[in-house]
């Protein structure tokens, strides 16, 4: 589901003009800022409507439930990745970033700068952002492939990774951002293990992702 941005500009913003005319968009179009107004339930009081929500090009994007593979994929890079970075860096899930008015994403993973690991945070700026990690999902295959790299590249955050599956096991797709192009380009596609130098020293089992252990951390 999506709601696309209008003309105009209202810099009054609060919960109940957001949503005054809903399902459109308010005044000016939904911006950047406009998603830590929103309440967690929805205009009609649906339970955690707005929980899983970001911002592509002025629009709000609905995220579909998780499959629990997704799940584990997330919470099992998440803690390997936390476990394996240097004091400088940490692994966070599920938050966004605030690339500007129109472009706040909420990749599966990122890691980010330790000394902005704030709990009160709701997003982070591309600047602090070294690696994002998206999980392919069935809803999410269009946005992953081709829409949130672009943004992610033209923000200038460094690493992007893909991850899939492949006969039952994750496989991850690794870019690099050309900084002449300001574009990803890939630098390798792993299975079973992965082993890289950027953006830190990282070496784990892929298939060990999905087994208990990580996935519970």
Same mark, same amino acid.
């Given at each position: $589901?999506?709601?696309? $941005?209008?003309? *105009?500009?209202?810099?009054?913003? !609060? #919960? ?40 592509? !090009?002025?629009?709000?994007?609905? $995220? ?15 803690? %390997? /990745? ?12 599920? $938050? ?16 980010? !700068? *330790? ?36 943004? %992610? #590249? ?20 690794? %870019? ?19 082993? /890289? ?21």
């Amino acid at each position: $589901m999506t709601s696309t $941005m209008s003309e *105009t500009t209202d810099t009054r913003r !609060d #919960a109940d003009s957001l949503l005054a005319n809903w399902p459109y968009p308010p005044p000016g179009g939904w911006t950047a800022d406009d998603l830590d107004l929103l309440p967690p339930d929805g205009p009609n009081g649906e339970p955690d409507f707005f929980k899983r929500v970001e911002l592509l !090009d002025g629009a709000l994007i609905f $995220m579909s439930p998780q499959r629990r593979i997704h799940e584990r994929l997330i919470r099992g890079l998440t803690n %390997y /990745l936390d476990a394996q970075a240097p004091e400088h860096l940490a692994a966070v899930s599920q $938050m966004d970033i605030k690339i500007n008015k129109v472009q706040r994403p909420s990749p599966d993973i990122l890691v980010i !700068d *330790t000394e902005v690991a704030d709990d009160d945070r709701t997003s982070y700026d591309p600047a602090e952002v070294h690696l994002v990690v998206e999980v392919v999902s069935p809803e999410s295959k269009f946005r992953d492939r081709k829409i949130k790299p672009l943004r %992610y #590249a033209s923000a200038g955050i460094k690493h992007f990774w893909r991850i899939g599956t492949e006969n039952g096991g994750p496989i991850v797709y690794v %870019y690099e951002l050309d900084p002449a192009s300001q574009t990803y380009v890939p630098s390798g596609i792993h299975h079973g293990e992965l082993s /890289l130098e950027v953006p830190f020293s990282i070496k784990l089992d892929l298939n060990d992702l999905l087994t208990r252990s990580s996935a519970t951390g």
